[in-house]
């Protein structure tokens, strides 16, 4: 089965800051990869699939890059309302693997 | 308006079994793969389950193999779960999510509210 690695666990960054996530599949996923964000006590939300395409209603300062193993989120300007875990997601087959998650705070 | 609502979680002894379900609403039900994911208290995202539209093709993950069974009823709209054999480990909240499109190869959504399971003695 492939595995989703993410990195890195959890980051503590300042309101405005640009914060990077990083997803590795250990085979190749093409671009079948989705990003969820999960905010305390609520229900994962899609905020990207197909690895960069930006789902309805999702702040543009969210973005998403990558193709094969090696994936990117990027907020651009985090703000207070980002606090959240985000997981990467592969869809290329079943199992549909979850990373473990990135546990994302204001500094 | 897209609507999944799960129910049927409750506290269970060890060795016992459960059948969840998830109620549809507001999309053409057969036209989409549905699966289970769960997530243990304080825990990340686990994909436990996928059943395919017209229910032909299922997949678990290797943690619930054997004893879990995914299933639907397109008529009613509703997707369930019949856990067997319940471990402690098997405490969580469960959620069903629609996959996002029609292919079967889609990201998740939406996702429903989650039902508690709770295995203890």
């Known amino acids: 089965d492939i595995q989703m690695t993410q990195s890195p666990s959890s980051l503590s960054a300042s309101v405005g800051d640009r914060v990077t996530i990083t997803c590795r599949a250990s085979q190749g996923i093409s671009n079948y990869l989705a990003w969820y964000q999960q905010k305390p006590g609520k229900v994962p939300k899609l905020l990207i699939y197909a690895a960069s395409t930006l789902q309805s209603g999702v702040p543009s300062r969210f973005s998403g890059s990558g193709s094969g193993t090696d994936f990117t989120l990027t907020i651009s300007s985090l703000q207070p309302e980002d606090v959240a875990t985000y997981y990467c997601q592969k869809y290329s087959s079943a199992p549909r693997t979850f990373g473990q998650g990135t546990k994302v705070e204001i500094k | 308006e897209v609507q999944l609502v799960e129910s049927g979680g409750v506290v269970v002894q060890p060795g016992g079994s459960l059948r969840l379900s998830c109620a549809a609403s507001?999309?053409?039900?057969?036209?989409?793969?549905m699966h289970w994911v769960r997530q243990a208290p304080g825990k990340g995202l686990e994909w436990i389950s996928l059943i395919s539209w017209d229910g032909d093709n299922t997949y678990y993950a290797d943690s619930v193999k054997g004893r879990f069974t995914i299933s639907r009823d397109n008529s009613k709209n509703s997707l369930y779960l019949q856990m067997n054999s319940l471990r402690t480990e098997d405490t969580a909240l469960y959620y069903c999510a629609k996959e996002s499109s029609t292919t079967g190869w889609g990201a998740f959504d939406p996702w429903g509210q989650g039902t508690l399971v709770t295995v203890s003695s």
């Open positions: 507001g999309f053409i039900f057969d036209d989409y793969t």
